[in-house]
């Protein structure tokens, strides 16, 4: 009898396990047909292979304060690896104390998103690196300044020969922004939710189980999917119904600025979700501080529907599992201003 | 005969190499009756053990902007540790892009000043360390604002408690400051004149070696000894003749705002030497962009003496030789923020 009824329990209990098994399968294949895992290698960039010489010198420029006019913003500053890779503010601020127009985004996993910027105006990440250096109210440089500032510097001058050895004169606005995008494909964070998508069932708990299972039925992946969830299609914010002018700014219309097509008004490309419980404040606008409220207006405005608290817990659980694993960054020493290297200037233009 | 001629030119040679080790140890000798090289274990601070949480949560702290009132400008944006542990600006640019007054000192090895600030006027680094966070020209915060960011952050909460292991509610002001020392203690960098003074007689070329005699003979020593090469005691600036108003402003009167004695107008603590090579611009002021000119300018002012071409080489050279290794720093990942975390303002009180 006794012998019997444990035999019966042990039944019971691989019963229960298969059956959960099975429901993890179900859901990771349900997952797949919608998302890729981070990749366990640099992804290829078009026109510009990557080499250890190349990300050595993208992180030094990534780092580097003198990239900017004043001395005092480099990439980092906005794009913060300490922070999630990004500043932590509405809008950031800039060159003069001005205020940018759009909140920054993260760098990281960057390198998977189909264009750069919320309008999706660069093309990839050698283009958006040409950008904010440029930009009056952010870095308020020029590539000739920039130049300058590099030729002056013995050292990284030997570093771009190193990482464009076939070229002549390697010290150019393009390599800089090439040897930048090399390190940036470098800034990619493996997170639970791939493991889970690699195979690992215990990967995600019971909570992100069922908010993943939610964000896939209630249609959230439509938008959000690739290896980015997210960042690689572009969609009207206010689809449904438009969100208050506090979080929808009505003076930025968003992609309608880049095609100055009516169809592209308010057009944003879908934020990429990875590392999202770390880059508070959310929207273009930067006006929403909780991820529960953002969630919840992506309910209402993109899908008609009005998430109860529950839904929106799992599925901020779940987004809780796509926090991922920065990699180590060894905080460069930069090369020395010379007698030639020009000075930084903090004036207004 | 020819055996004869070998032993004499033999005889000759270890003379000669006889002489110059003579001539390395003599030197040795006189530097080290105004120099100690850099130790090679952390030094210890009063009041403050340190331990390896205690480096972490300091480094932590070194490194979040959100310390500052904005969420722009974090310790290590003025003593940045990738260009020479300083900013490499006549002054900082800080909170609401207002300039700061004095030209920011390196961190590398400020441990070893006897007192900090350019008038001396905080006794330790973490007397130090509590004041640009509430100044405002620099990080505009608050204690009160830094505590409820820093309690906003469980992650935080944890590291304070292992770093003050015996204290009830260790997410203090004082302890914000204590764990940046304990930081900053570390942040040495032995240099090849180190490894002169330690017994290498090869750490310092001919240049430099001569250089060393020159920096002895002519008195700049007087000043200019220690650990530090300086930062150990207080001096006129101009103290044989004043130089002009450009190199020194009329308006900043050095220790005399500390001390309020005349005999305190325009002293200013002895630069620390070390790296100095790293860290243009020059002088309190940070008008002097090169190292030729601040070394003629010492000269005249403090010494009398119209150094010549070739004096000044070989003290510059002498200088680079005090150019050391930074310490490898991974840079942090930092808590994230929580509904909790006051929210970053640019705006100006």
């Known amino acids: 009898m006794r ?15 298969a059956t959960s098994a099975t429901a993890d399968e179900a859901l990771r294949e349900e997952a797949l047909d919608m998302f890729s895992p981070v990749p366990s290698t640099i992804p290829a960039m078009t026109d510009n292979p990557i080499t250890p010489a190349k990300i050595d010198l993208g992180k030094a420029l990534f780092f580097d304060p003198r990239m900017s006019a004043s001395g005092v913003f480099s990439c980092n500053s906005c794009h913060n690896l300490a922070t999630g890779g990004d500043d932590n503010m509405p809008t950031s601020i800039g060159h003069g104390w001005q205020k940018g127009p759009r909140n920054s985004p993260t760098v990281l996993n960057a390198v998977f998103n189909e264009a750069q910027f919320w309008d999706g105006r660069a093309e ?12 009056g ?19 990284y001058v030997d570093w771009f020969k190193a990482s464009f050895p076939e070229e002549a004169d390697p010290v150019t606005f393009d390599n800089f922004a090439k040897a930048i995008e090399a390190y940036e494909a470098t800034l990619t964070t493996p997170a639970p939710f791939d493991a889970f998508l690699n195979g690992d069932d215990a990967a995600l708990d019971e909570a992100q189980k069922e908010g993943l299972a939610i964000f896939l039925d209630k249609g959230c992946a439509s938008c959000h999917n690739g290896v980015n969830l997210g960042g690689n299609g572009y969609f009207p914010f206010g689809l449904i119904e438009k969100p208050g002018a506090d979080v929808l700014p009505p003076d930025d219309r968003g992609r309608f600025q880049v095609t100055e097509t009516a169809d592209d008004s308010y057009v944003f490309r879908a934020a990429p979700l990875r590392n999202i419980a770390l880059t508070a404040p959310y929207f273009h606008s930067g006006k929403v501080w909780d991820l529960e ?23 901020v659980a779940f987004l809780g599992a796509l926090t991922g694993e920065v990699p180590e960054v060894s905080y460069p020493v930069l090369p020395a201003e010379t007698s030639g290297t020009p000075r930084p200037t903090g004036e207004v233009q």
Chains 1, 2 share one sequence.
């Open 293 to 315: 409220v953002a969630v919840a207006i992506m309910g209402t405005s993109q899908l008609g529907t009005e998430l109860n608290e529950e839904e929106i817990d799992s599925i």
């Open 3 to 17: 012998v019997f009824r444990q035999t019966a329990l042990a039944t019971v209990s691989v019963v229960a396990i």
């Open 137 to 155: 109210v952010e870095m308020a440089n020029t590539p000739d300044n920039v130049i300058a500032t590099l030729n002056s510097m013995p050292q």
């Open 124 to 135: 990839d990440l050698k283009a958006q690196a040409k950008g904010p250096v440029q930009a």
